[in-house]
């Protein structure tokens, strides 16, 4: 008997019309990452949400995976993602932890990419922020860019 094939990931046809409050598990995003090119990596090698040295993508937001592919698409730059819902981020509304969140490597492709937006000011923490056309805010942290997609 053949098995059926896993329904968690839906053909590549329907991807684009989600809605982007849509949570997506990590199997999903995986897919759609490989699928477009995108690298990710983790401290502790490996993708559970409930350690911080892994890098998850369980319950991520299709919006903000989407951004993530808009940005990679306008950039031309190599991403790598490096967090994503894994615990070990701040909390709130709009966290990591609630899907709104990823956090990608620097470089000197990507660093060129996001200082070309508009500078919006300095977080709490004194992260520089830069605000891309489609909304997304980009924190530039001590080793990565953290970025927003709300």
């Known amino acids: ?3 059926a094939p896993d329904q968690t990931v839906p053909p590549r046809s329907d991807i684009k019309d989600m809605p982007a409050s849509i949570r997506v598990d990590q199997q999903f ?8 090119g995108i690298d990710w990596r983790s401290t502790g090698n490996c993708s559970d949400a409930s350690i911080p ?3 998850s993508f369980e319950g991520l937001r299709w919006g903000s995976l989407k951004g993530l592919l808009v940005f990679a698409g306008e950039s031309g730059c190599e991403i790598t993602v490096t967090g994503g819902t894994e615990r070990g981020h701040a909390g709130g509304q709009y966290s ?12 000197p492709c990507v660093d060129r990419a996001v200082t070309r937006y ?3 000011g300095v977080r ?4 520089k922020l830069y605000r891309s056309p489609t909304g997304a ?3 530039r942290e001590s080793d990565h860019w953290d970025i ?3």
């Open 53 to 55: 040295t892994c890098t």
């Open 124 to 127: 709490g923490d004194g992260a």
């Open 96 to 107: 990591h932890e609630n899907g709104y969140k990823l956090d990608i490597a620097t470089g």
């Open 1 to 3: 008997m053949v098995d």
């Open 118 to 120: 508009p500078f919006v």
């Open 148 to 150: 927003l997609f709300r």
């Open 137 to 139: 805010i980009f924190a």
């Open 29 to 36: 995003a995986e897919y759609v990452l490989r699928a477009e």
